[in-house]
């Protein structure tokens, strides 16, 4: 049965790159997974890197590695704040692992308890999650 | 007096870099149109999350203690980045950068605390350490066409050693994009981050026009349901403290791409007059080798004429 739709608008620091009615958008905001659909209660989340499942109804869902960000829903309308927002197609698997193995050594050779190592670890969280999305596509 | 071979020479010379220049000033040109079309597209992204800080300070019981909101109780280290392009040839885009930035340095240390230098781009990194200055931290290889992600790198490199303890104040120096022709050395300091930058975004594009109705439709909807029918993940307090930083991220995104566009404009500009100056030369130079072709052949007839008179 096809569920009722709802506009999504997906915003970056470069743009708009996703904005269409969709019927169900599947994320993990810092608590967790979440899926919303329509008539979603108002929302204000924080998003942790993962894959953006937008389900347009029909076919595949439109899917994007997203970076951190965050997931505002008010009056049925959902707007999905990110700082990077890529085309799985478009993740270079070897460009992420030099990038998440520059960050592992950050970590180790920073200080516990520092800025710059939780600065680190999140770099180490992002390109996990965007390996993660670039192997499943 | 050069030889017709030298003025030809020459010409040919000027010709190549005046094909040179035109072809640098039109690829300027083009990204120039690139770079101003991606300020455009970082203000709704701006703009949204300026609405989304009010939204969470309003349901905020308080302000959380940020690191980056907290002045630091004596200023010992003052941190200046400097945000220069990789490239040359592109007037005075980035000496005019690094001149303000270390005026206002020997300013700093002549009130006593050290500076700690960061740069964008190479030119701004070379000429620091030309003038041996210690760059702290340096970011190049972007500055044609900078990514948020460079701008979250530098972003975080400087709020890691703000809320470490390795400077205490923040302050950047960019070139403001005001037109093709017209760039101009903008100063700002971006920590600490002040509260009332949080508070009403601080943005210089906050004025709401294109967001009127949106707004009205956001307040409808919150005043009826209540705050408390919002569902916040997480609190509203840590919201904040991940918003926070992204309106340093933000800045700095700005300046990389006001830079940009500034350094596409000021290319564009110098490689017009060169390619004007190369015209003129041309010129001058024709006129300088017809002249020289006429004083041979002229020289040659008289000799003609010479050798005639003498053999009746």
Redesign the interface.
Known sequence: MARTKFPVEVLTPDGEVFSDEIEMLSTRTAMGSIGVLANHAPLLATLDPCELRLFTGDGDPVKFAQGEGYLQVIANQALVLVEEAIDPSDLDTSDLDSKLSEAQDRVESSEEDTEERRRAERDVRRWEAFKEVAGGS | MPSQKDVKDRISSVRNVHQITRAMEMVAAARLRKAQK?IE??R???E??RK?TR??VG?AESIPNL?ILEEHDSIDRVGILLVTGDRGLAGPFNSQIVRAGTRRGREVESDGPSVVWYASGKRGASTLGFRGLEVAASFSGFTDRP???D??DIA??L??A???GNIDRLEIFYNGFVSALNQEVRHETLLPLQQAQLLDGGDDDADDEDGGDEDA??DA??HD?GRS??????D?E??LK??APDFV??SI?RALLESTASEHGARMTAMRSASDNASELLDDLQLEANRQRQADITQELLEIVAGAEALR
Request: proline share 9%; no cysteine; aromatic share 14%.
């Open positions: 991606r597209a970082l709704p992204y701006a949204a999350i989304m939204r969470a349901a690191p990514q948020y992600s701008a979250r975080q490199t709020i890691a703000y809320t470490d439709t956001e909807e919150g349901q029918l919002w569902i916040y993940e997480p509203p840590e919201i991940r918003l991220e933000i995104y």
